[in-house]
């Protein structure tokens, strides 16, 4: 399978606790991109990495979260001390520098109980 | 205020007929791309169709084209001889650069429902 794959795709977890989520994106891409989704809206985004670099960060991406692409291949997001309202699915997509579109994973689904 | 606005929270069509879903956008930047994807209840975004705002003619790929009229800022994908497969969420987004870089900002959805 080439395409975006992440991990875990669910994770139950309790208020509090860390929580960490992986994707790896299609081989050629260059470029990933972390969203977050919550029940009936839209993705939002979260951060973008350009190989290792991390070009943008949203607002909603605050100090609990962290996120990492360390050799320009796969991607980590952190988020620390969860909190209910951290629940949602979290979605990871790649593209190539020369075309537009995004390929997203299947996403990661976090509940906190 | 809102960059895509995507009015109808859901819609019918009857299975082999033709749907149109909206989308209005936003942007003071005179070069975008419009993105049309499609969540399936897996949940996997699946990309559709892409208009380039200096692209002189619609977008069309196999069933799906996109009814670009810039004036109006509106960008409405029409799914012909719909399936009971296209059941699924349709989400309208754009990038304000224009090129190849940046996020994509999402609209909130419209759900589709195809009818035997």
């Known amino acids: 399978d080439t395409g975006v794959s992440q991990n875990p795709r669910h994770k139950i977890t309790k208020r509090g606790q860390n929580v960490t989520f992986r994707c790896d994106p299609i081989?050629?891409?260059?470029?990933l991109y972390w969203y977050r989704q919550t029940l009936g809206q839209g993705p939002e985004f979260l951060t973008y990495?350009?190989?290792?670099?991390?070009?943008?960060k949203s607002r909603l991406l605050s100090d609990r979260f962290s996120a990492e692409r360390p050799k320009g291949s796969f991607s980590t997001l952190e988020i620390q001390r969860t909190e209910q309202g951290d629940s949602a699915m979290y979605l990871c997509?790649?593209?190539?520098?020369?075309?537009?579109?995004?390929?997203f994973g299947e996403g990661s689904r976090l509940t906190v109980l | 205020a809102q960059k895509i606005t995507q009015t109808q929270p859901g819609m019918f069509v009857q299975e082999k007929e033709a749907v149109t879903l909206d989308c209005t956008y936003d942007?003071?930047?005179?070069?975008?791309?419009l993105f049309w994807y499609k969540q399936p209840s897996s949940g996997e975004m699946i990309f559709l169709i892409y208009?380039?705002?200096?692209?002189?003619q619609n977008a069309t790929e196999g069933r799906y084209s996109l009814n670009f009229q810039k004036a109006r800022k509106s960008a409405n994908l029409v799914i012909s001889a719909s399936q009971l497969g296209d059941s699924a969420m349709y989400f309208c987004?754009?990038?304000?650069?224009?090129?190849?870089?940046?996020?994509?900002?999402f609209g909130k959805g419209t759900k589709l429902s195809v009818k035997p």
């Open positions: 990495f350009q190989n290792e670099a991390q070009l943008e």
């Open positions: 987004a754009m990038r304000e650069t224009g090129g190849s870089q940046g996020n994509l900002i």
């Open positions: 997509a790649s593209s190539h520098y020369r075309t537009g579109e995004l390929f």
């Open positions: 942007t003071s930047d005179p070069s975008y791309g």
């Open positions: 081989s050629e891409h260059n470029r």
């Open positions: 208009q380039g705002s200096y692209d002189q």
